[in-house]
């Protein structure tokens, strides 16, 4: 029964689904992968029958064998009714996937403000790091969604959380070129003289990709009052020149 269920809810019968629902089949059966037809609806955009699996009693929370949840898949796609139905049934924002990942950083990744704004609200925690250490903010520092780096750094996301690379906001987003992105997290406190893994910083990241305007921002000539750190060594003053010449 838990296949016919699925079935009808990736084929967008409805019918079919509130028949079944009618006769007493249980919503939270899953399939041998974890998935419940909630789950299946949620990823495949099928509002109303997310409306009526919830309505017969559908568990937001359940998690499938790779720990994703009906908002984690509706958040990663960008379902966002689907999303606002999952929130207002109670489901919880913060619950991981087996590396770690939520909705709020799947949503931060493929860049869904509005949905990154309805996870903020309910609750989404902005400094939860995946197994790599990963955040929410160093995805969309990453990928380029200024919008959505700005409700992280307003919902006091820490610009400074490094990952297990070494990584972090400030140097996804400075090797990368977003410029706006660099300008919010000086503004919110970010460290530019964080070394990630291979002991690098932002500023010798943008300095190789050659995006003037980050080194500018990252101030490397316009503050001789402050104390050089270890990282303007000969080998970055180098590169560093080679980019403004």
């Known amino acids: 029964m838990a296949y016919c269920l699925i079935n009808a809810s990736y084929r967008n019968d409805i019918v079919t689904?509130?028949?079944?629902?009618?006769?007493g089949v249980d919503p939270n059966l899953q399939y041998k992968d974890g998935?419940?037809?909630?789950?299946?609806?949620?990823?495949c955009g099928r509002t109303e029958i997310?409306?009526?699996?919830?309505?017969?009693?559908?568990d937001p929370n359940l998690q499938d064998k790779k720990g994703d949840t009906a908002l984690i898949k509706a958040s990663y796609k960008g379902h966002r009714e689907?999303?606002?139905?999952?929130?207002?049934?109670g489901t919880d924002p913060n619950l991981?996937?087996?590396w770690g990942?939520?909705?709020?950083?799947e949503a931060s990744y493929k860049g869904h403000t509005e949905i990154a704004r309805l996870l903020l609200k309910a609750g989404g925690d902005t400094n939860l790091q995946n197994k790599n250490g990963f955040t929410a903010l160093m995805w969309a520092s990453d990928r380029g969604h200024t919008?959505?780096?700005?409700?992280?750094?307003?919902a006091r996301a820490d610009p400074n959380l490094q990952s297990k690379l070494g990584t972090t906001a400030l140097i996804w987003a400075s090797q990368e070129g977003h410029t706006d992105i660099v300008r919010l997290l000086l503004k919110a406190g970010a460290d530019r003289n964080i070394w990630n893994r291979d002991g690098y910083t932002a500023l010798e990241l943008a300095s190789n990709k050659r995006h003037i305007d980050i080194v500018?921002?990252?101030?490397i000539f316009d503050r001789p009052d402050e104390p050089y750190h270890m990282a303007l060594s000969k080998r970055m003053t180098r590169m560093t020149l080679d980019v403004w010449m």
Do not use: M, P
């Open 17 to 23: 689904v509130r028949n079944l629902l009618k006769t």
């Open 96 to 98: 991981q996937d087996n």
């Open 147 to 154: 919008e959505i780096v700005r409700l992280l750094l307003e």
């Open 50 to 58: 997310v409306r009526l699996l919830l309505e017969a009693g559908a």
């Open 35 to 43: 998935n419940s037809a909630l789950i299946f609806a949620s990823w």
């Open 82 to 89: 689907i999303v606002r139905l999952l929130l207002d049934a």
């Open 101 to 105: 990942n939520t909705a709020l950083k």
């Open 216 to 219: 500018k921002l990252l101030n």
